[in-house]
């Protein structure tokens, strides 16, 4: 059985710009899983966070785009950040060059998860892992690669360590 493509919001519906430049593309190996770091709110537009992560990211840091391919809100819906071809870029010492990065918006250090977050994770990186042949021992976080953070989060990434979100990735990749 196929795992159908998740619905996910286009840059055009969150009235994202096109990236700057261009640079060397990558094959996705890695599925890794990051958080925003900032705490993000009930009250808080998840589009006009996408519009200013993507000016950040752009004008401050001079990247080419939002650093990650796609990001989940705390409803659980999926937008299109960078497009995938190109590797993603990281403030630590990890090369994200294969890796398919997603952002769950919020700061798990201190935010609790939800469950249609934990359920957009799974079905993201069920449908990447089998429409690039990534093995689910390659779907990590990013404190997996980098001795330098905390990312995503230590509510999220318990998660990870109790097998939650990997079994569920494997279910949806059986079903």
């Not at 996910?8 to 990558?26: F, L, N, P, R, S």
């Not at 998860?113 to 990013?142: G, M, R």
Request: with cysteine; aromatic share 10%.
């Amino acid at each position: 059985m196929q795992v159908e493509k998740p619905e996910i919001i286009t840059k055009d519906q969150w009235g994202g710009e096109a990236q700057v430049g261009e640079k060397e593309t990558h094959e996705i190996k890695y599925v890794t899983i990051h958080h925003g770091g900032v705490e993000f709110g009930e009250d808080k537009d998840p589009m006009e966070y996408m519009r200013n992560l993507q000016k950040f990211s752009q004008d401050d840091k001079n990247w080419m785009d939002i650093p990650y391919h796609f990001c989940i809100d705390l409803d659980g819906n999926i937008y299109e950040a960078r497009p995938l071809q190109y590797p993603g870029d990281t403030n630590t010492e990890y090369d994200p060059t294969g890796h398919a990065l997603i952002n769950v918006m919020g700061n798990y250090e201190v935010q609790k998860i939800k469950p249609e977050q934990i359920e957009a994770i799974a079905h993201l990186s069920a449908w990447l892992a089998q429409e690039y042949e990534v093995p689910t021992d390659s779907i990590a976080t990013h404190k997996d690669h980098s001795d330098q953070t905390v990312c995503p989060g230590e509510d999220l990434y318990k998660y990870f360590e109790d097998g939650t979100i990997i079994n569920r990735i494997q279910k949806l990749l059986k079903e």
